[in-house]
């Protein structure tokens, strides 16, 4: 019996130490964003008022957010890509011009879930002192941030997105057009500020500056992005 127990003893340590990696769990958050599940918000969409109005969370989610999601799985069904995750479709059809809309479809499902995942009803624009320290690496202090995101937010022209980016041990700011996402160039995107009009026209119309300062200010998940960056 000794002797079995002295065979088994590493391969059992082995097997418990992998499983135990494997449910610490900060990938989970990769995972989720870019699954083909359908899309779900983690808080009610009451909670976001008043930075965002039901009224404007039902159209935004419902409407454009699964409209997409169940385009891209029509869009896919019974084709090889009905098999892979989001980023896998987004890097498969990414540059192939008879694939424009799976590509579109699939990317803008992308960049909703990280989109919902950057907004949090709790304690959002909290800054944790390892945050706060990474912004200011990477920007020389938080208001020059601040300022940098929003004339970003700014300056995109028509439709598009704002995005948080690694960037080496720092962050970066970033911004694509239309559906285009960061992963489809191997960029790892941590936060995303949706800029479409149809993301705050409703509570803000043509102040797109007053709604990502509001993001940023009260909303902002640095939470979520600071797991995402030290995973
Ligand atoms: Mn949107």
New binding site residues.
């Given amino acids: 019996m000794k002797k079995i127990w002295h065979i088994i003893a590493l391969p059992v340590f082995v097997l418990l130490i992998l499983f135990s990696i494997g449910c610490s769990g900060n990938k989970e958050d990769l995972k989720q964003i870019e699954s083909l599940r359908k899309p779900v918000l983690d808080y009610q969409k009451k909670m976001l008022t008043p930075f965002l109005s039901t009224k404007a969370v039902d159209c ?1 989610y419902d409407k ?2 699964l409209g997409y999601y169940e385009q891209l799985l029509s869009l896919i069904s019974n084709t090889p890509l009905a098999h892979n995750d989001l980023r896998e479709i987004i890097e498969k059809t990414k540059g192939d011009s008879k694939k424009v809309k799976i590509f579109n479809n699939a990317a ?1 499902v992308y ?2 879930n990280l ?1 919902w995942k950057s907004i949090t009803p709790y304690k959002g624009g909290k800054l944790s002192p390892e945050m706060k320290q990474l912004i200011v690496n990477s920007f020389g202090s938080y208001e020059r941030f601040t300022q940098l995101f929003v004339d970003a937010c700014t300056s995109v022209f028509g439709s598009g997105w704002v995005w948080l980016i690694r960037q080496g041990t720092g962050i970066e700011i970033m911004t694509t057009s239309n559906a285009d996402t960061p992963i489809a160039y191997g960029l790892e995107p941590i936060i995303v500020l ?1 800029v ?1 009009e ?2 705050y026209y409703l509570d803000y119309q043509h102040n797109r500056a007053a709604y990502a300062e509001t993001f940023l200010a009260h909303w902002v998940n640095w939470d979520y992005a600071y797991r995402v960056l030290t995973q």
Avoid: E, I, T
């Fill in positions: 935004h454009h957010h803008q960049n909703h989109f949706d479409w149809h993301s």
